[in-house]
T-cell receptor
């Protein structure tokens, strides 16, 4: 199946700092999504991207759909303690299942 | 709250046993997806149903099966359980194919 690699695997940042993480694939996707998962909970959809080059914001979060359709990045500005969690990218080629990345674990130090 | 419900929240059972996990999708969503998440791993797609019919299959073992009922709720059946089946099992639903909303998951522990 498709392999999605996320980097970095983990991040420790100070509250107030900006965060950047990305996701790359060997395959082309038609849709990129970013999810956040808190421990023991289900992933929560943050942002969905549908067109190559698209840049979309949701509050302090900004995500971009790479021009090659093989990558995407997520930025979080002015991080706060509740941003702690694991961030997953996911790609979709058709109308069916998502292929998830390996995750970036974010720790925010107050 | 995503609107997707899953029961039970926790399940502890022994090797060789069979369990059934249940999912109720968001109101109006016809598609249900099942995913498995092992410890500190990403989510692996298992199977998708759309309006009662199987639509796509992922890395689902032959010991696992699922179905979607006329009221659109879905069940995932896991049989001949092994220690390695211990994981979080998530159900997701969608009306727009791309935007899947996940339930809180069922944590399965096989002893």
């Amino acid at each position: 199946g498709q392999q999605l690699n996320q980097s970095p695997q983990s991040m420790f940042i100070q509250e107030g700092e900006d965060v950047s993480m990305n996701c790359t694939s060997s395959s082309i996707f038609n849709t990129w999504l970013w999810y956040k998962q808190d421990p023991g909970e289900g992933p929560v959809l943050l942002i969905a991207l549908y067109k190559a080059g698209e840049l979309t914001s949701n509050g302090r979060l900004t995500a971009q759909f790479g021009i090659t359709r093989k990558d995407s990045f997520l930025n979080i500005s002015a991080s706060i303690p509740s941003d702690v969690g694991i961030y997953f990218c996911a790609g979709q080629t058709g109308a069916n299942n998502l292929f998830f990345g390996t995750g970036t674990r974010l720790t925010v130090i107050p | 709250d995503s609107g997707v419900t899953q029961t039970p929240k926790h399940l502890i059972t022994a090797t060789g046993q069979r369990v059934t996990l249940r999912c109720s999708p968001r109101s109006g969503d016809l598609s249900v997806y099942w995913y498995q998440q092992s410890l500190d791993q990403g989510l692996q797609f298992l199977i998708q149903y759309y309006n009662g019919e199987e639509r796509a299959k992922g890395n689902i073992l032959e010991r696992f099966s699922a179905q979607q009922f006329p009221d659109l709720h879905s069940e995932l059946n896991l049989s001949s359980l092994e220690l390695g089946d211990s994981a979080l099992y998530f159900c997701a639903s969608s009306v727009v194919p791309n935007e899947q909303f996940f339930g809180p998951g069922t944590r399965l522990t096989v002893l």
